[in-house]
């Protein structure tokens, strides 16, 4: 039998895995410029972490998660996103007690249980920002900013900013009490007026044309905000005015968790299609409390690497993959394919990425390889040259050739190599 990968999990292989690292390093890059430290966390966490984190009610946990008992009997899954895992790291390790707000990033996959299509898949990889431990909307500002940085590395220009907030405790419930009234005047099936009573912002987020016609003229969580979200949201827009950050009012704006509040934002990208958008995130100030913390606000967003890939693929902005190495080694005999192994070795260890050819190639094969490789110079060593102290490096681009002594090989080579 032959093995495939898994339904649903995306795989990036030359020359495609350029664009996938390139991805992840714009926004690593964006993340540390603002002061970010990286974490690293569990892909598998215990499955009432999500639960009490996500929210019951959720898609994300009621009919996504890979969840299952270990050997130990205990109940575990991998996870479907990494805030909810961040927090309580960080609220493990004591992160909270030191400088805040706490800035962390991290990146890697997660798991749903989606039915797969081009942009939405079963293993999905992430880059997350969290900054945990403020009210401050400079900082909702400032993780915006960071992400629209990393997409503008990219060079990415049809991203749009869509942004919200979702008021807080004081302010919600008088909003949720109007949604549920007027949801519970629509023609709506038995599992989703279900979820009226346990969640109505969900309902908002049901992607279904059937229902999206008919919540159009909700009611606005905009029209019903305290005082203070107000005053928060203003100043978030307006700080983003003063980045030439662009963004665009969408009242109806809700993410697919359950904790957030506030600012509330997601990228999208016009090119494509059902799946356009390519990140998003908000103010989570209840997840402490929620899996058993203190009370804690923060705010942070997750982007998914692979839409960002098509986004960058639809916009014709895929990045060439780099050349592999330097300098290839072209060893013609055995004794010579001995010498070369180890030049290989002590130019790596000097600082220059170097590979040679295997297998007793001759020297037709062997410069095939040297030119896939995208060296700029092969080192070419038979019997006679190692007879002489010296080996032939030839400039890949020019064809030049000159001959020079083996223990200036690696001096000669870093001289050339220096821009």
Not at 61 to 73: H, I, L, N, Q, S
Not at 195 to 202: C, K, V
Not at 299 to 310: E, N
Not at 381 to 398: E, H, N, P, T, Y
Request: proline share 6%; charged share 25%.
């Amino acid at each position: 039998m032959s093995f495939q990968a898994p339904k649903g999990v995306p795989e990036y292989f030359p020359p495609r895995s350029a664009t996938f690292l390139a991805v992840r390093a714009a926004f690593a890059t964006a993340a540390q410029n603002a002061g970010y430290s990286y974490i690293e966390v569990p892909v598998f966490e215990d499955t009432e972490l999500f639960a009490r984190g996500v929210g019951e009610s959720t898609d994300v946990v009621t009919k996504e998660m890979y969840t299952f008992a270990d050997r130990g009997g205990r109940s575990v899954t991998l996870r479907p996103e990494f805030t909810a895992g961040v927090m309580r790291s960080t609220l493990e390790h004591g992160l909270h007690h030191g400088q805040l707000p706490v800035k962390l990033w991290t990146t890697g996959p997660a798991f749903r249980y989606e039915r797969p299509q081009a942009g939405r898949y079963r293993q999905l990889q992430q880059f997350n920002v969290e900054a945990i431990g403020t009210e401050d909307p400079a900082v909702d500002a400032e993780t915006i900013a960071v992400a629209w940085s990393g997409y503008q590395a990219l060079g990415l220009s049809q991203v749009r900013l869509l942004l919200n907030t979702l008021g807080c405790k004081q302010c919600r419930p008088a909003y949720r009490a109007a949604l549920q009234d007027f949801l519970r005047g629509l023609d709506l099936d038995e599992a989703t007026r279900e979820r009226i009573e346990i969640n109505p912002l969900r309902v908002l987020d049901d992607k279904r044309p059937e229902v999206r016609a008919q919540v159009e003229n909700a009611p606005l969580i905009t029209d019903h905000l305290c005082a203070s979200c107000k005053a928060h949201h203003d100043r978030v827009r307006s700080l983003l005015e003063d980045l030439g950050v662009p963004w665009e009012d969408a009242p109806r704006l809700v993410r697919g968790l359950d904790y957030y509040t506030r600012t509330t934002y997601e990228f999208d990208h016009p090119l494509l299609g059902a799946q356009s958008g390519i990140g998003g995130g908000g103010r989570y100030d209840g997840l402490s409390e929620d899996i058993g913390g203190p009370p804690l606000p923060g705010i942070g967003f997750a982007v998914g690497v692979d839409r960002i890939i098509l986004a960058v693929e639809a916009e014709n902005l895929s990045q060439e993959a780099p050349a592999r190495v330097a300098v290839y080694g072209v060893p013609l005999g055995e004794e010579a394919a001995r010498r070369m192994f180890r030049l290989v070795s002590e130019l790596r260890a000097a600082g220059v990425s170097a590979d040679m050819a295997f297998d007793g190639k001759g020297l037709k094969g062997a410069m095939k390889g040297a030119d896939r490789s995208g060296a700029a110079y092969a080192v070419i060593l038979g019997d006679r040259d190692i007879a002489a102290g010296a080996a032939q490096v030839k400039d890949l681009a020019s064809g030049d050739q000159t001959s020079v002594p083996l223990a200036e090989i690696i001096t000669t080579l870093k001289e050339r190599l220096t821009p």
